[in-house]
């Protein structure tokens, strides 16, 4: 993009350029080693639980059977945890950027970024022990009144540990990653596209709505995949908070699992063919992670022409 | 020639169709008794309150607004209602989870030796007499914090080089290349390992390389490095991104190398969020629990070599503390261990994380914005 | 700029600091014992023994290692508590020395251990009994008898209020609540869970139609929890709530069922634990001197508590090394003498083993040999 006559003759500081490229380029395909070491890793372990008669797999109905509703619960999880996140991330951020004063905008920067490194085991045991036991009575209530939704249907569990609470602990895990790169991202919109906006007579939201946004939203796609990758892949929390079982429509009556966490559940335990099934069943996360990012950098792609270097 | 009425009692041309400074107070009172009194109807409760009286001061301000300033300053003030509103939102779970976490963990803190010693001789019988005769909760964290603390600097020691330099080569020299593209895509799928997965794949690793039974302080390095570079990959790619290239066309104009423009104007514009990126990094994987466990064995006493023997770390003993009590009947100490942990961790991000921010100020470059 | 290079340098040497720092301090002499010569009799063994295994011996692991550690100076144990599974793995590819297992070896493991462990391949031994208490919570009742039909009944939720007249039967005296029952179950694959099952399996084999299994059928639908404190905890907050757990976890909040055995019904208790794993058999097609033992779980024999989880100590008949072997041997030896069980049973609550299998552990420990 800046290839300059006035440099590339000089002879001095070219080795420098080269080392430094050679490294850069060496740690972009270390990764791709890596990625592929763990992807080979997978598949070899995974493939007996692929080709054996299907009596043998858990549930005695073959891997297809047993994979597909733990598929969707990860789904619903993680989208429970998105929807709930995504929009409170985004404010929290624009309120530390653009709303709060700025003492005390730095302050919350830092507490929000502490949130993050809680271990999920605290996050687990929160949900497990405060959160299902305060939100039950609000399950109750959402099945005497909105019962006639599928997803609000009744009974309401009387533990309060389902899919929805599980959902609710997650988006309170990937909300502090979210907020913090988003933040990162708003504060770097150049000053005078904001100064110009207000200049022109608009509101701060106009404003926001004009040059920030669009100036982050690549940076805010990031964030949110960022949050899902952690929120499909959380395992301590939902193995402590949900109380797993078939698939069910209802969110607020127990069932439903993830994939992590009937990992974590039956790991310790298994032996001979389980290993391979709960590896494959790790492969087949890992396969949606890959479909979710194809989608998130065909949108990323969308709105290039807002990022500085290119 | 007659006065006309004092100037004073007119409003100001510049302030008219403003509400006046005192509007939100009016708008907030009206809602909190309004809100009280539709609470008391279906039955009271603080945390109801105080939805109702949001959702009604909201609705009250902006309409009050759309009237008098019009609706373009009403969306404005909705967009300020609902941003303060997430933010207070959020804040209800976050104080939550923290203060859960300082009510359980300050007595564990603060018992003597809990820093200092580790769980090396601690059995059930110890804390069976703790709690039936009132006698102080023996063992601590130590190991665990030396083993959290090694664990983690040999992780961020091999993730963020190779992190930043991949970052580096997807924004500065990648130029869309196929290759850029695939790392690019591919740090995003890495993004999705689960973590047990990275601490099965390292264990294997290690196991096929050095010998069965390999468990180290290292071998966990490694498998958080897997969940840490991607990370660290996406978070100073977004930050190198949006330096603005004037500065990089400004150094090359001036002469200077391309591996020098990135060490000494692109690096340090961006440093302040490519420090906060790999905190986020290191905080992302510093709780981390199953990868620990299949990787670095569980140790009860001191190990200060990472490179040989279990090591023991916070997350680990956090967990089991919990879910398998030292003493089965009297789960309480373990408990109390077991949040005492937790508060370490958290304590221990913070000062992580101001490290973080000093080193960031002092590589920073000296103009603000 | 000098003063920048300097703020890098003393940033640098402050982390190092820090990091060297927090290494020189710090002890490993928590309980404030001070090294006391040991009354051990007996050779002295020295090194390091790793397993790998079930974490429902975790506490009992925590006092074996303590006390042999008190009796073999320069003998150290470690344990890590990955789970049964994982504990099996270890020994047979060889990165354990000895696995903690709820369950004995599955005859192809057997097998698989034989290119590690020697010819004879891996041996179980018995080392740990915990009774399982059929726990629940109901409020001013702190006793209730059942038989396993009823019990089967309960956590398959074909018994909806406590009331029913199938507990009224059984419980004449008692004052039942008109309250939901709401079983809960371990999410987790378990040996408690496994052995569990396998007691509803063959006690009422009419009800419980399936199999014994460490995961709880899927097909029913009720509340879980992840591992023995978890359930404990969810049936302590919830009132009408009825589990299966290790008696050790059973806080004295919640009453525990009595289990109908021939015509008469068994308190929970450590000495009636013991003795269903003392009536009970071998299993079949091992070798002389393995000790897995099936447990019958369709006695009628009196003071029998048949709902019992046996933890075993899975190890080689053959080490590579003498020092190993010999480490093996005190270690198990000391596991399974009378002061190694009462460790456990004063640490974790669990069953000591009776004089009988005590004696018998021991002559299967001795067969342990090395690779001359």
């Known amino acids: 993009m800046t290839t300059n006559s006035l440099t590339t003759s000089q002879g001095a500081g070219r080795t420098g350029d080269k080392v430094f490229s050679g490294a850069a380029l060496t740690a972009g395909c270390l990764i791709l080693a890596v990625l592929f070491g763990v992807a080979l890793f997978l598949v070899v372990q995974a493939i007996p639980a692929f080709v054996a008669p299907a009596a043998d797999i858990q549930g005695g109905q073959g891997f297809a059977a047993y994979i597909w509703p733990i598929v969707l619960g990860t789904l619903i999880a993680a989208l429970i945890a998105l929807v709930i996140a995504t929009p409170v991330a985004i404010g929290v951020a624009l309120f530390i950027s653009h709303y709060a004063p700025r003492r005390l905008a730095s302050g919350l920067g830092y507490v929000i970024d502490l949130l993050a490194a809680i271990p999920s085991v605290v996050y687990g045991a929160w949900g497990a022990a405060f959160l299902a036991k305060e939100i039950a009575p609000g399950y109750d209530w959402l099945a005497n009144n909105l019962g006639w939704l599928p997803i609000f249907q009744g009974p309401a569990s009387a533990t309060g540990k389902t899919i929805l609470t599980a959902g609710v602990v997650l988006s309170v895990m990937v909300l502090p990653i979210i907020t913090s790169l988003s933040r990162e991202i708003f504060l770097q919109t150049p000053k005078l596209h904001e100064e110009a906006a207000l200049a022109l007579g608009a509101t701060r939201w106009e404003m926001i709505k004009m040059a920030v946004l669009p100036f982050g939203r690549p940076g805010i796609i990031s964030a949110v995949m960022l949050g899902l990758g952690r929120a499909l892949g959380e395992t301590m929390a939902v193995a402590l908070v949900l109380s797993s079982g078939v698939l069910t429509a209802s969110l607020i009556q127990s069932g439903n699992q993830t994939i992590a966490a009937e990992i974590a559940l039956n790991f310790p335990e298994a032996s001979g063919l389980k290993v391979n099934t709960l590896i494959a069943a790790g492969l087949v996360l890992f396969v949606i992670t890959l479909a979710v990012n194809m989608v998130a950098r065909w949108i990323i792609t969308k709105h290039k022409e807002f990022s500085g270097a290119n | 020639m007659t006065l006309t009425a004092p100037v004073t009692r007119k409003r100001s041309a510049l302030t008219k169709g403003q509400l006046p400074s005192y509007a939100p107070y009016v708008v907030l009172a009206v809602a909190l008794v309004l809100g009280a009194a539709i609470l008391a109807l279906i039955g009271f409760n603080v945390f109801g309150w105080g939805v109702v009286s949001a959702i009604l001061f909201t609705m009250g301000l902006v309409?009050?607004?759309?009237?008098?300033?019009?609706?373009?300053?009403?969306?404005?003030?909705?967009?300020?209602?609902?941003?303060?509103?997430?933010?207070?939102?959020?804040?209800?779970?976050?104080?939550?989870?923290?203060?859960?976490?300082?009510?359980?963990?300050?007595?564990?803190?603060?018992?003597?030796?809990?820093?200092?010693?580790?769980?090396?001789?601690?059995?059930?019988?110890?804390?069976?007499?703790?709690?039936?005769?009132?006698?102080?909760?023996?063992?601590?964290?130590?190991?665990?914090?030396?083993?959290?603390?090694?664990?983690?600097?040999?992780?961020?020691?091999?993730?963020?080089?190779v992190g930043l330099l991949t970052a580096i080569y997807l924004v500065e020299y990648g130029n869309d290349r196929p290759l850029a593209r695939a790392i690019t895509f591919f740090v995003d799928v890495m993004t999705g390992i689960p973590s047990i997965v990275a601490g099965l794949f390292a264990a294997a690793f290690f196991f096929a390389v050095v010998g069965p039974g390999t468990k180290t302080g290292a071998v966990a390095a490694v498998a958080l490095s897997v969940l840490m570079i991607p990370v660290v990959v996406r978070s100073s790619e977004e930050m190198l991104k949006i330096v603005p290239n004037e500065l990089r066309e400004a150094a090359y104009a001036l002469g200077v190398r391309k591996w020098r423009t990135i060490l000494k104007v692109v690096i340090p514009t961006a440093i302040s969020g490519i420090a906060s990126g790999v905190t986020l990094a290191i905080a992302r994987v510093i709780g981390e629990t199953a990868p620990i466990l299949v990787t670095a064995g569980f140790a009860t006493s001191i190990n200060n070599n990472v490179f040989g023997g279990w090591m023991a770390s916070l997350p680990t003993f956090i967990y089991t503390q919990i879910l398998n009590p030292t003493s089965p009947s009297n789960p309480g100490p373990s408990d109390q261990r077991a949040w005492g942990a937790a508060l370490v961790l958290i304590i221990l991000v913070m000062l992580l994380n101001l490290a973080a921010r000093l080193i960031a100020r002092i590589f920073a470059p000296k103009a603000g914005r | 700029?000098?003063?920048?290079?300097?703020?890098?340098?003393?940033?640098?040497?402050?982390?190092?600091?820090?990091?060297?720092?927090?290494?020189?301090?710090?002890?490993?002499?928590?309980?404030?014992?001070?090294?006391?010569?040991?009354?051990?009799?007996?050779?002295?063994?020295?090194?390091?023994?790793?397993?790998?295994?079930?974490?429902?011996?975790?506490?009992?692991?925590?006092?074996?290692?303590?006390g042999f550690a008190a009796a073999n100076q320069g003998a150290t144990v470690q344990y890590s508590p990955d789970g049964s599974g994982a504990g099996r793995k270890a020994i047979i590819d060889g990165s354990a020395q000895f696995a903690g297992s709820d369950a004995y070896l599955k005859d192809e493991e057997l097998a698989a251990s034989k290119a590690k462990c020697g010819p004879e391949g891996a041996i179980d031994i018995p080392v740990y009994i915990s009774p399982i208490a059929v726990a629940f919570n109901l409020p001013d009742i702190t006793e209730l008898k059942l038989d396993a039909t009823t019990v089967a009944k309960i956590f398959r939720g074909q018994i909806a209020k406590w009331n029913d007249p199938a507990i009224a039967a059984l419980n004449p005296d008692a004052k039942l609540p008109d309250l939901k029952v709401t079983p809960v179950n371990r999410s987790d694959d378990s040996g408690t869970t496994k052995n569990f099952t396998d007691y509803l399996a063959s006690a009422a084999a009419d009800v419980w139609t399936d199999k014994a299994d460490g995961v709880w059928p899927a097909s029913l639908k009720g509340e879980n929890a992840k591992g023995t404190s978890g359930v404990v905890k969810t049936v302590t907050d919830t009132p009408g709530a009825v589990t299966y757990a290790d008696d050790s976890a059973v806080s004295g909040k919640l009453g525990t069922a009595q289990i109908k055995v021939g015509s008469e019904f068994v308190k929970i208790s450590a000495e009636a634990a013991a003795k269903a794993v003392e009536i009970s058999k071998p299993a079949e097609g091992r070798a002389a001197n393995d000790f897995a033992i099936k447990l019958d779980r369709k006695t009628t024999e009196a003071g029998v508590y048949p709902v019992v989880l046996v933890s075993y100590h899975v190890v080689c008949t053959t080490y590579d090394k003498k020092e190993t072997a010999d480490l093996v041997k005190a270690f198990e030896n000391y596991v399974v003498s009378e002061g190694g069980q009462q460790a456990a049973a004063d640490a974790a609550k669990s069953a000591p083993l009776s004089a009988a299998l005590q004696e018998k552990a021991k002559a299967a420990i001795e067969s342990i040999k090395a690779k001359s």
């Not at chain 2, 207070?88 to 010693?117: E, H, Q």
């Not at chain 3, 982390?15 to 309980?31: E, F, K, R």
């Not at chain 3, 009799?41 to 692991?61: C, F, P």
């Open chain 2, 63 to 161: 309409a009050w607004s759309g009237v008098v300033e019009g609706a373009r300053k009403a969306k404005d003030k909705l967009a300020t209602c609902l941003v303060v509103g997430a933010f207070l939102v959020a804040l209800l779970p976050l104080v939550s989870v923290i203060w859960t976490v300082l009510v359980n963990g300050i007595p564990g803190i603060i018992t003597p030796g809990f820093l200092g010693t580790s769980m090396n001789g601690v059995t059930g019988t110890l804390d069976n007499k703790a709690v039936e005769q009132g006698t102080k909760v023996l063992g601590g964290v130590y190991h665990a914090l030396v083993g959290t603390v090694q664990i983690t600097l040999l992780a961020t020691v091999i993730s963020v080089p």
């Open chain 3, 1 to 66: 700029m000098k003063a920048t290079r300097f703020g890098r340098n003393a940033a640098i040497a402050v982390i190092a600091a820090g990091a060297l720092a927090l290494t020189a301090c710090g002890s490993d002499n928590a309980t404030g014992a001070t090294a006391s010569s040991p009354a051990a009799a007996g050779a002295k063994v020295t090194g390091t023994l790793t397993g790998i295994g079930s974490s429902a011996q975790g506490a009992a692991m925590d006092a074996w290692k303590t």
